[in-house]
């Protein structure tokens, strides 16, 4: 894995650190800012091909413009930023905007751009140079305000305005975050100070800073007391506490330099290290996507990012191919598993079979026709027929007609047309069937009580619902015999209710039911 170098970019000298796993930082070689300095990083840069470097940058000479364009997107908008910044500075090469957000300008929305960069991009160019010569990859141009935002949301002010002190190798740097968002910056130099002296200048040029803002109309005038986070260096903050006091205008919030690189995750930096090494762990951990560099100078570092992404999607699809691969190959032992269970079972049976045929006794047929036989057997069980079904059947309508009384019932099994009734009388003949099923034959006879013997229609209609009532249940009426001659065929005498006899009159029913 490439390693990650950031070149920590000064008035006066250069430092170069690499970060450790992430959490420390190392410094590998110091430069001079002039043309040997420049000749020393040439001759680092042979000796590491491949290596990331990130530059940043802690220079007195930064400008800083608010700037208003429409609202667009893609390449229209970076078409009006880049004209933007064309007539804002002569040189381009080390440039940036911001972007503030969208505000509502009269009925068009425009978006708020800070338009960022150095006074002097000389200093930095021979540099940069340098890294377009050898084969390292430029990661980017970053500036210590361009790190504020992501330090000020570590140390706890992640939304309205607040000011980030830090006291580094460069002097004493200030940054003005709004929202999330960088307004304004500035470096200031200074000496060696004693702690006490370093606190009471922190004070008077947070306020002048204050003061200028609320002049470029960055700050409002009657708003309310602004946080001021400051950075002590390491054992120093009671001695800045006592400094700086808070008043209406600015409320001081000191913090321990070891307790900010505790909130920042920086486990160890190099001796003599100031607050810069918040900023260079910032800038080698998660650098913010806003940075000074064109795409032509981070071509290289750009192109090892696409070939990262590519072989972690290569690794990605063939994770998830030996994935399904394993899933499958599980699949295909269970599946063999359950072959071999279902193989030793079929052994087991067969071997189970020839036991018991072992036993039976020897006949003089094959075990196909035994089988056949049985087959055939319990085919004509279950054709066959017994009267318990109709005696069953005929018993739950008798409950429902307690008026009619049975004096015979007649039960036969056979084909069709093997039992045909002389007597005449009204009904359909029975239903067709095929000479090769059998049919289960009932013949109900009975009487009707409660009724009186003239009475033709009151018998005719009981003894039909009573004959519609059994053919249910699976049973067909085939016929039905009424105790008089009800068609037109037939001679209807004047005895039928002349003459009482007492005798309840009779009826006979034929039933019919396909055997399986």
């Known amino acids: 894995m490439a390693s990650r170098h950031i070149l920590y970019f000064t008035g006066e000298d250069h430092y170069l650190y690499r970060s450790v796993r992430g959490v420390e930082l190392e410094l590998e070689a110091r430069f001079s800012g002039d043309d040997p300095g420049v000749s020393s990083f040439r001759e680092y840069l042979r000796g590491r091909k491949g290596a990331l470097i990130s530059i940043l940058a802690d220079l007195a000479g930064e400008d800083f413009h608010e700037e208003q364009i429409p609202l667009l997107r893609g390449g229209d908008r970076e078409a009006v930023v880049q004209r933007r910044l064309a007539q804002r500075y002569r040189d381009t090469r080390l440039a940036a905007a911001l972007s503030l957000g969208a505000v509502n300008a009269g009925e068009r929305r425009n978006e708020r751009l800070l338009l960022a960069s150095f006074t002097n991009t000389q200093s930095l160019a021979p540099w940069l140079d340098a890294l377009e010569e050898s084969d390292s990859r430029l990661a980017g141009v970053f500036s210590v305000p361009l790190l504020a935002p992501a330090l000020a949301t570590r140390l706890g002010a992640r939304s309205g305005r607040a000011f980030i002190v830090t006291p580094t190798r460069a002097g004493l740097r200030q940054s003005f975050v709004e929202d999330g968002r960088l307004r304004f910056a500035r470096l200031e130099r200074t000496v060696e100070m004693v702690p006490q002296a370093l606190a009471m200048f922190i004070r008077s040029e947070t306020l002048r800073l204050a003061q200028y803002l609320v002049t470029l109309r960055v700050l409002p005038r009657e708003g309310g007391p602004v946080q001021v986070l400051v950075v002590a260096p390491a054992g120093q903050r009671a001695v800045f506490e006592q400094v700086l006091q808070s008043d209406t205008r600015l409320v001081f919030r000191t913090l321990d330099g070891a307790e900010a690189e505790q909130a920042v995750g920086l486990k160890r930096k ?53 994935l399904f691969a394993g899933v499958k190959w599980l699949d295909v032992m269970q599946a063999r598993g359950r072959a071999e269970l279902q193989a030793q079972e079929a052994q087991r049976s067969a071997e189970s079979y020839s036991r018991i045929t072992a036993a039976f006794p020897v006949t003089q ?50 084909k069709p047309g093997e039992r045909r009734d002389t007597r005449g009388g009204g009904g359909a003949p029975p239903k067709p069937e095929a000479a090769s099923e059998a049919v289960e034959t009932v013949e109900v006879g009975g009487r009707v009580n409660a009724t009186q013997r003239s009475d033709y229609r009151g018998i005719t209609g009981q003894v039909q619902r009573f004959a519609a009532a059994l053919g249910t249940s699976g049973y067909d009426l085939a016929k039905t015999q009424m105790p008089f001659d009800i068609t037109s065929e037939g001679t209807l005498t004047g005895d039928i209710g002349g003459t009482d006899t007492g005798e309840a009159p009779r009826f006979t029913i034929l039933l019919t039911r396909r055997l399986p």
């Not at 196909?368 to 055939?376: D, K, S």
């Not at 069980?381 to 019932?409: G, K, N, T, Y």
């Open 270 to 322: 190099p001796a003599g290290t100031a607050g810069e090494a918040l900023y260079l762990h910032l800038a080698a951990k998660k650098p913010p996507r806003e940075q000074f560099a064109s795409s032509t100078e981070r071509r290289r570092f750009l192109v090892w990012k696409m070939q990262r992404a590519l072989v972690a999607a290569g690794a990605i699809g063939f994770a998830a191919c030996a």
């Open 365 to 414: 047929t094959s075990t196909e026709n035994l089988r056949a036989t049985v087959t055939e057997f319990t085919r004509i069980a279950q054709r066959s027929s017994a009267p318990e079904r109709i005696l069953a059947h005929v018993s739950r309508v008798l409950e429902e007609f307690p008026q009619f009384e049975i004096d015979s019932l007649s039960w036969t099994v056979g």
